[in-house]
């Protein structure tokens, strides 16, 4: 996979330049991709994106253009956030239908659908992809140059250590006060620890590629819990909700309930994830990177 740290990397700089080149590569082939559909392109585009932003995050305190280059990224994700939003709510009621078996609410998927097309048109998002692929092209030239200021398992430490910190910080906040924002915030850096995961899985393949798999699910129920709080914000706000009297409180309740299984489930498991402070961590897979590179 290309999303990897490779033994023929020459240096931790080399590895970065060429993830970077490769997942633009990869964008660009997506968006003149006739066959896949506009909704799977602008996923997998924003999924890029966030890839790109976890690569460089990984390293930021030696990379001195870091706030640059996320700021560059997250704008052009933001191109892309219309049409991706309207679609996630739609995906967010059927997995709540799904888990909880709630009925009476095809009315208000309709509802959803059609708010997801009109963004489609509104939004303009074939027209968005000029902008996006120049913006990605753009960043693909500067990647080839980018530099660190240290080097080896040193360049990667620091930026490792600091988001298994936030992720430890976050999940107590979410635990003493599950606020909507406290918790997409942690989902945000628990993403970013996932990413990370991923690109050194090749140190110990077996034992990361468990806990890539374990992050990725946490992220998902935390993620899961964010898109509830949106689709009740919603609900809250349309005039003529469609459906049945009560509706709108019932949904309320079912929410309410699912996002409290969520929050249990995913402290139980980041319980498990982060129970290691982020040093002895990092030791850890200092201890690897040295054995992988001595090959």
């Not at 080097?151 to 936030?166: K, M």
């Not at 976050?170 to 635990?175: K, P």
């Amino acid at each position: 996979m290309a999303y990897r740290v490779k033994p023929s990397d020459r240096s931790v700089q080399a590895a970065l330049r060429r993830i970077a080149v490769e997942e633009v590569a990869a964008a660009l082939a997506e968006i003149d991709d006739a066959a896949m559909g506009l909704h799977d392109k602008v996923h997998q585009l924003r999924k890029r994106t966030k890839r790109l932003r976890g690569l460089i995050r990984m390293v930021r305190p030696v990379f001195p253009a870091y706030a640059a280059e996320n700021a560059a990224l997250r704008d052009a994700q933001r191109r892309l956030s219309a049409l991706r939003d309207s679609e996630g709510m739609v995906e967010t009621l059927d997995k709540l239908v799904a888990a909880t078996g709630a009925p009476g609410l095809g009315p208000v998927r309709d509802r959803l659908v059609a708010a997801r097309d009109a963004a489609a048109a509104e939004a303009d998002v074939v027209a968005d992809l000029a902008p996006f692929r120049a913006d990605m092209a753009a960043l693909a030239v500067r990647a080839r140059g980018w530099r660190l200021t240290a080097g080896g398992f040193g360049a990667l430490r620091p930026g490792i250590e600091a988001v298994v910190a936030r992720a430890r910080r976050d999940r107590g906040r979410a635990a003493r006060k599950p606020g909507t924002a406290v918790i997409h915030d942690w989902r945000k850096v628990v993403k970013y620890h996932w990413y990370h995961t991923r690109l050194l899985q090749p140190l110990d393949p077996a034992p990361l590629d468990r806990r890539a798999r374990q992050l990725r699910d946490l992220s998902e129920m935390l993620g899961d819990h964010h898109d509830l709080a949106v689709l009740e914000a919603w609900a809250a706000a349309v005039p003529d909700l469609p459906g049945p009297a009560g509706l709108r409180a019932e949904l309320r309740e079912r929410i309410a309930a699912r996002q409290a299984t969520l929050e249990a489930e995913a402290q139980a498991l980041a319980a498990r994830l982060f129970a290691s402070p982020p040093k002895d961590l990092s030791r850890r897979w200092k201890r690897r990177w040295k054995a992988w590179r001595a090959g």
